[in-house]
């Protein structure tokens, strides 16, 4: 870390709420009432973001073009240019932690929990094809031998995105166990 990088105040960040990653597996039961945002208050959720993540991005002396958009009911906001991959990090860690430290500026600015998507350099999209395709071979796996699979443990993204495609097959179903950061997904018969 710069000392730049030392000066933000996340100490003030951190004692703010953080919303649950992507309610991956909330029941209408567990799932925390939500006031219900209209697209013009989901934008202004993604105009707060692309301002924090291009003040950090000055911070950090990056050149990257964002884009905020509102897609599938969340705030997104995509960051695009060359020399990026120390914003994502190992596995995507670092993109993680910046979409979590986002979201807190979010809700220090408006008052409300964010679901904001976060994305650098199209790793999430292309970290989806790869999972899709991990997904099908876990789902073929247990249909052809009826027994269950066990994938790496996966960040609550990764994990939407496989439950997602195994959801779309007949004849197994997914279920998450463990507990974060080893929280992985069993691909099953359906019963």
């Known amino acids: 870390m710069t000392d730049q990088t030392e000066r933000l105040d996340l100490e003030e960040l951190a004692d703010l709420p ?7 597996e909330e029941s209408d039961e567990e799932a925390p009432k939500r006031k219900a945002l ?18 950090l991005l000055d911070i950090l002396d990056a050149d990257g073009d964002i884009d905020e958009l509102v897609s599938n009911g969340r705030p997104v906001v995509e960051v695009v240019g060359s020399k990026l991959q120390s914003l ?6 670092t993109l993680e932690a910046l979409q979590e430290l986002t979201r807190l500026a979010i809700f220090k600015q408006t008052g409300e929990p964010s679901r904001l998507l976060l994305d650098v350099g ?3 999209d292309q970290r989806r094809k790869e999972l899709a395709l991990v997904a099908r071979n ?5 249909k052809q031998h009826g027994e269950a699979v066990r994938l790496e443990p996966m960040s609550a993204f990764e994990r939407k ?6 959801n779309a097959s007949e004849g197994v179903a997914s279920e998450s166990e463990g507990v974060e950061p080893n929280r992985r997904i069993v691909v099953r018969p359906s019963e």
């Not at 995105?161 to 195994?166: K, L, Q, S, T």
């Open 18 to 24: 953080v919303d649950e990653a992507d309610g991956e």
């Open 38 to 55: 209209s697209d013009a208050d989901l934008f202004r959720q993604s105009e707060v973001a692309a301002d924090y993540v291009e003040g």
């Open 88 to 93: 994502i990090g190992p596995r995507g860690a």
């Open 122 to 124: 199209g790793y999430r």
């Open 138 to 142: 876990a789902v073929d796996k247990v």
């Open 161 to 166: 995105c496989v439950h997602d495609v195994v």
